[in-house]
């Protein structure tokens, strides 16, 4: 078995990509569907493969506008945590990360999980009070959480500027050591093909121009092949998700706008984890090839530029040198945003719609990635069952009209 191995890998390096066998089919889409997922991405796909896997609801289509990974899953900072405040969340996020833990299993399929930690840092005696309370909470709904004093930090992340002439003096942190980053596109196209395999069709560069109503209920699709009938149809498509509801005279309270990350040279290995400030807005990770990989506030304005402004991205680099003034000797090697969905209290909006058979993920923010698994477990369970899952029904539609939020923008990390 091995030598077939080190045989299969030697043919393919050498093969220059041809020949490769694709990781999922290209085909057109059929007339009809018991679901129509509309959205490629990480949530599209694990919805669309959980449907499968879990209630034998293969007859799905997942069609996309572009390419598999080429909005927001191939656009963010790949941070995975469980860390928020409100107990909603906290099993919400929990669950999504012992997902991912057991993922590269299930799918067969190296998502390179690395879970080296998310410290938290507090530069001021007020900011260590609300920290020392955000880990007693998460502790007490079993989550892993453990405060740190300055010199824990120090041993932690050596290259921290932890001297008392630092522009904004570090008394300690918090972190959850269960905490870290995965490849996303691995994430991605694990789930691609997983889903591939049980008999859902993935559709690309197939974007959606209408839908067709019967009453309250969708009956199909409009798109460049045709329209698409479907029993049930769900929107996971982040920033986007207001351009097609408004199509359904559907008002969403989100607002879409440019969240900006940036990757440096690549160097040695000197991170472990992702280590952010909510005071300098920044946070800060190493990938597996070596970059120092940068993240930072959201633009001021709504915006669907993927490329984001320039002062957003002064002010982010700033922070981060604020933090490490080390890595200004490191060269800048790429930037870009994803477009994310914020909602009023930063939570997302997940289950059922005011239309019978439309079903909702939307209003991420910065919360997407993290939520793969989880988002398309519980957004499965509800197109099947057509109820909401219990881990989301404090994050229905209709929280807004009653009042009923779950604030987390503390807990987003950096403010957006």
Not at 221 to 233: C, H, Q, R, S, Y
Not at 246 to 263: E, F, G, H, W, Y
Not at 398 to 408: L, Q, S, T
């Amino acid at each position: 078995m091995e030598k077939y191995s080190l045989l299969a890998l030697a043919k393919h390096a050498l093969s220059h990509h041809q020949r490769w066998t694709p990781a999922w089919r290209t085909i057109e889409p059929k007339k009809q569907y018991d679901v129509v997922i509309i959205g490629g991405g990480g949530q599209g796909l694990s919805t669309a493969y959980y449907l499968a896997s879990r209630y034998g609801i293969s007859n799905v289509a997942v069609i996309e506008k572009g390419w598999i990974g080429g909005g927001n899953s191939g656009r963010n900072t790949t941070a995975i945590r469980s860390n928020y405040f409100y107990s909603q969340s906290t099993d919400f996020f929990e669950h999504s990360l012992k997902m991912y833990e057991g993922l590269s299993k299930e799918l067969n399929y190296n998502i390179m999980l690395s879970q080296g930690g998310i410290l938290t840092l507090g530069h001021t005696p007020h900011q260590m009070e609300g920290l020392e309370r955000w880990s007693n909470s998460i502790q007490m709904q079993g989550v892993d959480a453990e405060m740190l004093d300055l010199q824990a930090v120090r041993a932690h992340s050596p290259l921290l500027d932890t001297s008392a002439r630092a522009r904004y003096p570090i008394l300690g942190g918090f972190i959850q050591r269960r905490a870290g980053v995965a490849r996303h596109d691995a994430v991605v196209w694990g789930y691609a093909r997983a889903a591939d395999n049980l008999g859902v069709d993935i559709i690309q560069n197939c974007e959606v121009t209408g839908f067709n109503l019967n009453g309250n209920r969708l009956v199909g699709v409009k798109t460049p092949f045709g329209l698409i009938e479907a029993d049930k149809v769900a929107l996971a498509v982040a920033g986007s998700t207001s351009l097609l509801t408004n199509m359904l005279d559907i008002k969403l309270p989100v607002v879409s706008t440019a969240l900006q990350a940036m990757v440096s040279e690549p160097i040695k290995p000197v991170l472990d984890g992702v280590l952010l400030s909510p005071t300098v807005h920044a946070y800060v990770s190493q990938s597996d090839r070596g970059e120092i990989l940068i993240g930072g506030r959201a633009d001021s304005y709504p915006s669907y530029g993927q490329r984001g402004t320039l002062p957003a991205l002064e002010e982010t680099l700033s922070a981060t040198l604020n933090l490490f003034p080390s890595f200004s000797r490191l060269k800048l090697m790429r930037q870009w945003a994803g477009i994310v969905d914020l909602s009023p209290d930063s939570s997302p909006i997940l289950g059922k719609t005011f239309y019978k058979n439309l079903y909702i993920s939307t209003g991420w923010g910065t919360g997407g990635f993290k939520a793969i698994p989880a988002g398309g477990d519980t957004l499965a369970y509800t197109i099947a069952n057509d109820k909401p899952h219990e881990l989301i029904k404090p994050f229905g539609l209709d929280r807004f009209a009653k009042g009923r939020f779950v604030n987390e923008a503390a807990a987003a990390g950096v403010d957006h």
